[in-house]
């Protein structure tokens, strides 16, 4: 069903930009692969997150948002959530809180900003009725809010534009499709056209690539508009987006010259999106100097920028890991809760892939939170963005 709702689209104008497509395949209301009951997360699903692999990662978040509330003087704590997945990080923010800072989840208000209706039901069976005076479900970003603004593995699913450098110019990838060819069946195929909008080209021509040669890249217009929309909401307080990426500089390097597009299905990667379409995610990697570009606009600067390992070092997840592995020759359990912490920061794992972008508004400039006690990357690596 999914495949003829394209076709419909391509057939109004003969091609579609390929954002178009991975935004139908991925967010089609009824048929698109976040829009199925298929399951997602986990060992038996299509890819695993940081709060599938072991819940000390929400305990750690939880840990890093206790610290950034004592500095919010505020009545009501909006903590709010884009793009939840199944609720697990969630729970594991709440039940930390309500245990170990008592004074500060009766002021929580924890709002879960997800348009995926099975996401949304998987959420609701996690935290209800056990949380159902704290969390709340909106459809958008907030205006006016004092808190915390968090994003995991959220960013990298919005839909991209996909362009090529060719001969010096800039062109933008189209799907169409294709009829029967010599007997054979119909498919989808690609084209090269100007770009969509003057966005991509005003977003290429800051980027100052050489020209010479041909390269694949990504430019995705919607992470920038999100920000900018988180930014305009957030009265005061603190965003943590936590996402696969790099900064500008080193995304669009020759390392990938091919680009960063992904999908994932059960657990494999592959670079073929006109198969099990709506079955499998879709993804690029993130422009961090992008986000914080967009941020800085509205009256958000940088606090720091870092990545995984070093991120969850300064939370202490090394005294967790301790915990177990005392206990590891003597104890299977021990053992796989040691191993699956280890792959949180593992530099080959989710450790170094993984970047961590806090930034904040109104907020001390002399904070010192203790995820950025260590230095992944030089202070400018964003560019004049900070505080």
Known sequence: MITRIIQNEIAKDS???????????????????????????G?????????SIHPVFATLIAKQIVQ???????????LIEFGAGDGTLCRGILDFIR????????????????????????QRNRLLPAYAQVVQWKDAMPSRCI???????????????????????????????????????????????????PALSAYFNRLDLPVNGSFDLEINL??????????????????????????????????????TFLCYYKHTINESPYQRIGEQDMTTHVDFTALARAGKEYGLSVIG???????????????????????????????????????????????????????GKGVPKALALEGLSFKAFPKNILGNTHN
């Open 222 to 259: 919607l992470a920038t508009t999100w920000m900018q929309d988180v930014s305009r909401g957030l009265q005061k307080g603190f965003v943590i987006t936590i996402d696969y990426g790099y900064p500008e500089r080193q995304l669009y390097s020759p390392q990938h010259k091919r680009g």
């Open 43 to 51: 060992l038996e699903a299509d890819f695993d997150t940081s709060p």
């Open 99 to 122: 245990e170990q800072a008592p004074s500060l989840f009766c002021k929580i208000a924890y709002l879960i900003i997800e348009i995926s209706p099975s996401f949304r039901t998987n």
């Open 147 to 197: 808190g915390i603004v968090l994003s995991n593995e959220f960013v990298d699913a919005l839909p991209a534009h996909r362009l090529r450098v060719e001969n010096g110019t800039l062109k933008e990838v189209y799907v169409t499709w294709q009829n029967h060819l010599a007997g054979g069946a119909p498919f989808f195929s690609e084209v090269l056209k100007p770009p969509s909008d």
């Open 305 to 359: 920028f870092t990545d995984q390992t070093c991120f969850l070092m300064g939370l202490r997840i090394d005294q967790e890991m301790q915990r177990y592995a005392d206990q590891m020759e003597a104890s299977d359990e021990a053992r796989r809760h040691f191993l699956s912490m280890k792959q949180l920061i593992a530099p080959d794992k989710m450790g170094k892939p993984f970047k961590v972008l806090i930034q």
């Open 68 to 78: 950034m509330a004592q500095s919010l003087d505020c009545e009501v704590l909006s």
């Open 15 to 41: 091609a579609i930009p390929f954002s178009q497509f991975m935004s139908l395949a991925l967010y089609h209301p009824e048929y698109g692969y976040y829009s199925s009951p298929r399951e997602k997360i």
